[in-house]
């Protein structure tokens, strides 16, 4: 099935997934185009029904974003507006301003905030979280995590032995890695401690960098 594209000037839009075979338009208008579903929301927005595991690309210049249910593949652009994810299987999500909440990624993400906090709970995959003024908190991360803000603490949490660069101009740094890790370290804070409080090796990388934070690299949450 090809992706659904979502697209509003204003509004929320909002896009449940469930048991079903086929797509509801509560909200929007659709116009099918060579064979892919494009809905068009106006200032009311869209607010829809699609089959679990849809893959959507979806576009909004003001309004928030809401995705409940489990999903396939998922782009987000918007301009103002909060994102809120329970469940995907790879997430590109981009935002000017606004907040970014996540719940469990299979795979792969890449999150975009230039003023909001960045949150994911889970991610399976490789994981690039950027924001210019907010926290980027990560709670389970499997892959390769680069975790970067300008204002704000970056906290990461890992389940496996994989690569990290956690960085923060003006913020606390934060790493936990599971029990019995031994990775390679290196931190460095102009006007801040940093504390390693797990044996070193060489199991993965793990690149702290503040300007004026405290950095730790520990075991366990």
């Known amino acids: 099935?090809?992706?659904?594209?979502?697209?509003?000037?204003?509004?929320?839009?909002?896009?449940?997934?469930?048991?079903?075979?086929d797509v509801e338009v509560e909200r929007g208008q659709q116009h099918p185009m060579g064979g892919v579903l494009e809905v068009q929301g106006s200032h009311s927005g869209v607010r829809m029904r699609v089959p679990t595991g849809a893959d959507l690309i979806i576009g909004s210049h003001s309004g928030s974003v809401k995705l409940h249910g489990?999903?396939?593949?998922?782009?987000?652009t918007t301009r103002s507006g909060s994102?809120?994810?329970?469940?995907?299987?790879?997430?590109?999500?981009?935002?000017?301003?606004?907040?970014v909440d996540v719940g469990t990624v299979a795979g792969d993400a890449h999150v975009k905030a230039a003023n909001g906090r960045i949150t994911i709970a889970e991610v399976g995959g490789a994981l690039t979280a950027t924001s210019?003024?907010?926290?980027v908190q990560v709670?389970?991360?499997?892959?390769a995590v680069h975790a970067t803000t300008v204002s704000g603490?970056?906290?990461?949490?890992?389940?496996?032995?994989?690569?990290?660069?956690?960085?923060?101009?003006?913020?606390?740094?934060?790493?936990?890695l599971p029990e019995g890790v031994r990775p390679s370290v290196s931190m460095k804070s102009v006007s801040g401690k940093c504390e390693?409080?797990?044996?070193t090796?060489?199991?993965?990388r793990v690149t702290c960098r503040s300007i004026s934070g405290r950095i730790t690299v520990r075991a366990g949450a």
Not at 201 to 204: A, L, P, R, S
């Open 1 to 21: 099935m090809d992706p659904i594209r979502i697209t509003a000037t204003s509004g929320r839009i909002e896009v449940t997934a469930e048991d079903r075979g």
């Open 70 to 76: 489990e999903f396939g593949n998922v782009r987000i």
């Open 139 to 143: 709670g389970q991360a499997g892959g």
């Open 196 to 199: 390693c409080e797990t044996p």
């Open 132 to 135: 210019v003024s907010g926290t």
């Open 83 to 99: 994102l809120e994810v329970e469940t995907v299987a790879s997430l590109d999500a981009r935002t000017v301003s606004g907040r």
């Open 153 to 176: 603490k970056v906290d990461v949490g890992m389940t496996n032995a994989a690569d990290v660069r956690a960085e923060s101009v003006s913020g606390r740094v934060k790493v936990a």
């Open 201 to 204: 090796g060489d199991d993965c």
